[in-house]
């Protein structure tokens, strides 16, 4: 698996408390979610801490259903959180339910009620609500609140048995604090509820059997020291949950070492909402075709789109643990994903608006042989490096990339006007074909033959589709599910919904990709696709967009949009203004440091952003100055460095560094995340951060045997699986091998070991 996250401060309490013997250097953590929605990427950030933690200290983790609430759990929310937690590749050590704790829970509140610490209480919700006061103004005491404790233990007797009405009857705790009757200004602190009556609702694991329910107050704490939990980790809005807590622990006389809560900020994304009972409302009202539609920030929805474990993994690694409430941009999600993908989707060629484009003076189908992988990308091991290509007379290209009247800069086709195919020759266009109606319906061109497999042309690129062997396919090109970067700011989140956040598109693939089945594959030029999971077919074929090549977002309003990124609808009028211009929003005064870094070998978008921003300028010529290639620095620097905040406390000289070490081996490209992170917000040396947190690349056969051979013995139904043709679990294998081997473990050379002994088994 991953290296660990790098430290933070839940961290450095786990580590402290190990280290002090506190639990005896156990280490127990849980993820306790209520089975009553599909889990989100907030979910996930809480699983991959969770079981982080428990995985890097050597320790346990528990999946507990929080089911207290009958009437919104089910077991196939159940199901879907399980199934969460194992596809971001982790194992919970258990599997508990709340619910298995209720005769335990029930005995506890009786006893409470026994020493004077909980009565039935009479009042109605709204009683209830109006007397607990204010922050600032004391709450009034309950009339039942000094009823006998015979009449208590009775009429919890017979609230249990079912004897009472729904909200007829609670039991609540009985506090009296140092700062007097229902007075302390922790609200929670004021006579809170324990358990309510529910005799109708039919509880999906246990039945009929129990017409009373308790709080998840009152059960959350007790169920961690059932379980042996040692460190309770919440989000920050239970902060004010942790004094009565530890008050119900001491009323039932659970000692000291126990479990403690600790809190982090809650994850906030943009353009996104993390409430499952607003997700579950745009599921019950129809604007999303379910919890797994690809546009929803659920794990499931993620997962059918094609994000990959890996990428969101990383990405909870990547934002951080906090204790202050922030957001995190949308587009370093889709960085992440996007970085992902690059190194194991091959490159191929759709077309999702076709338009046919005529060659007059090819007579015969040119055979090519086309690479799958651009010329700086290591294919993953055992995968296939080429693929035959035929080339057509009569082609699809997209309709975006003709204009019969092309702006200034126009680098596509137009009358007169030359591009090159795609891994083919260059062509001019000669003519338009037209129907009665004057509508364009195909393009007529020249193709120089003398330019194929030549290097010397300098202009546009477009992809294509030979009409006579392109498989037909359905396109769908996911967006922003909102409009606004914070949904909840609106008075109803179904106002701000996103219009074009899926545009479906009827075009062609060449037909490698209809053999490739589950491949992630990038269609050049329009993004990272995989087939859809539940309606791709053989002869049907379903692409989801998982991630465009490059934000587009920031475009839309201005007319541009990057080819086969919006409605079909919209792709001939918004592709009137050309291709971008990475420079374009440079103020006059910055453009000549901006002409000076393309100059020197500096992407554009890069160097936009370098000539845009003085320090983070001034860092790259330093980085540079250091001994790394303008290149890399430049990538390193915007795509890494900017996103954790800035360039931190990292020296020039250690960023270089750290670029030689990856380029030499010493450390893989996952592990230098870890160390980036760790010099922005630390400085230090990167070869010293290297040793320091363990993340020297580990390629030793004998150290990484051991691993791949454990796991393939601990899972013989996925070996079993691979064998019959199910490729799909090699990396499911290949991610348990990484959980067992050395931290540093080159996941290339752990595959390569992988598939040798697949071979041979």
């Known amino acids: 698996m991953d290296t660990p996250a790098p430290s933070n401060f839940l961290r450095d309490i786990v580590a402290r408390d190990v280290a002090a013997g506190t639990y005896g250097g156990r280490v127990a953590t849980r993820f306790p979610p209520e089975p009553n929605g599909y889990p989100h990427l907030g979910h996930a950030k809480t699983i991959c801490l969770n079981f982080g933690l428990a995985r890097d200290f050597g320790g346990t983790c528990t999946l507990r259903y929080d089911d207290t609430n009958p009437e919104t759990e089910s077991e196939e929310y159940a199901r879907a959180l399980a199934d969460a937690v194992r596809w971001l590749g982790f194992e919970p050590s258990a599997v508990r339910y709340t619910s298995d704790y209720f005769e335990q829970l029930h005995a506890w509140a009786v006893e409470l009620i026994e020493k004077g610490l909980a009565f039935v209480d009479e009042e109605t919700e709204e009683q209830i609500r109006a007397h607990r006061g204010t922050v600032t103004e004391a709450g009034t005491p309950s009339p039942f609140r000094d009823r006998p404790v ?51 609702a039919h509880h999906y694991r246990r039945g009929d059997a129990w017409p009373v329910y308790p709080f998840y107050d009152w059960a959350h704490g007790q169920s961690d020291a059932i379980e042996g939990i040692t460190h309770s980790i919440c989000t920050l809005e239970f902060d004010v949950n942790r004094p009565l807590y530890n008050w119900y622990l001491d009323a039932i006389g659970v000692p000291e070492p126990r479990n403690h809560q600790y809190e982090f900020a809650r994850f906030n994304l943009d353009y996104t909402v993390m409430s499952k009972r607003k997700l579950l409302r745009l599921v019950n009202e129809g604007h999303v075709t379910g919890w797994d539609d690809p546009r929803m920030p659920t794990i499931a929805a993620q997962r059918r789109r094609g994000v990959r474990p890996e990428a969101l993994r990383r990405f909870c690694d990547e934002t951080g643990i906090s204790t202050v409430d922030g957001r ?17 989707a091959p490159r191929v060629l759709g077309v999702t608006d076709p338009l046919r484009l005529t060659i007059d003076n090819l007579d015969e189908p040119l055979d090519l042989d086309a690479p799958l992988w651009p010329h700086d990308v290591t294919p993953p091991a055992g995968a296939p490096t080429s693929r035959p290509l035929s080339l057509g007379r009569d082609l699809w290209i997209e309709r975006a990339d003709f204009a019969e009247t092309p702006p200034k800069g126009w680098k596509r086709l137009s009358p007169g006007a030359e591009v090159r195919l795609r891994h083919g020759p260059v062509v001019r266009c000669t003519g338009i074909d037209r129907d009665r109606d004057g509508a364009i319906v195909g393009i007529r061109a020249q193709a120089d033959l003398a330019t194929l497999g030549s290097d010397g042309f300098r202009g546009g690129v477009i992809h294509w589709a030979d009409v006579a062997t392109a498989v037909p396919a359905t396109f769908r090109l996911y967006d922003r599910l909102f409009s606004v970067p914070v949904p909840e700011d609106a008075a109803d989140v179904t106002d701000v919904l996103n219009p074009d956040s899926l545009a479906e598109m009827q075009g062609f693939v060449e037909p490698a990709v209809a053999s490739m089945g589950e491949t992630r594959v990038q269609f050049e030029r329009l993004g990272f696709f995989w087939p859809d999971p539940v309606d791709s077919a053989p002869d049907a074929l379903v692409f989801n967009r998982i991630v465009a090549l490059r934000d587009s977002w920031g475009k839309k309003g201005s007319g541009e949009q990057a080819v086969g990124s919006g409605e079909k609808t919209k792709a001939v009028a918004t592709v009137q203004t050309g291709p971008k211009d990475p420079a374009a929003g440079l103020a006059d005064a910055q453009r000549p440091a901006y002409d000076a870094l393309v100059a020197r070998g500096v992407g554009g978008e890069e160097a936009a952003v370098l000539a845009a921003d003085d320090a983070l300028g001034d860092l790259f010529e330093g980085v540079v100055a250091a001994g790394a290639s303008v290149r890399d620095a430049a990538i390193l620097l915007v795509q890494d460095v900017r996103p954790l905040g800035g360039d931190g406390a990292a020296s020039p000289a250690a960023l270089a560094k750290l670029i030689a070490l990856t380029a030499d081996g010493t450390v893989t490209r996952a592990g230098a995340k870890t160390v980036l992170a760790a010099l922005v917000s630390g400085g230090g040396d990167a070869r010293a951060t290297v ?49 067992r081997a050395p931290k540093g473990a080159d996941p290339k050379r752990v595959q390569e070991l992988l598939r040798e002994r697949l071979g041979a088994a």
Do not use: W
């Open 150 to 200: 015979a009449d208590n233990l009775r009429l919890f007797e017979e609230m249990r048995r079912g004897e009472h009405a729904d909200g007829s009857l609670v039991l609540r705790a009985r506090i009296d604090t140092e700062h007097g009757v229902m007075a302390h200004p922790n609200m929670k602190l004021r006579d809170p509820l324990m358990y309510r009556i529910r005799r109708d």
């Open 691 to 739: 040793d320091r947190l363990g993340l020297a690349a580990v390629r030793d056969d004998a150290a990484l045997v051991p691993a791949v051979e454990a796991a393939m013995a601990e899972h013989p139904d996925k070996v079993a699986a691979v064998h019959a043709g199910e490729a799909k679990f090699v990396g499911f294998l290949v991610g348990q091998a990484m959980r």
């Open 328 to 344: 995190v941009e949308l587009s370093f999600y889709d960085h992440i994903v996007r970085d992902d993908l690059n190194g194991v």
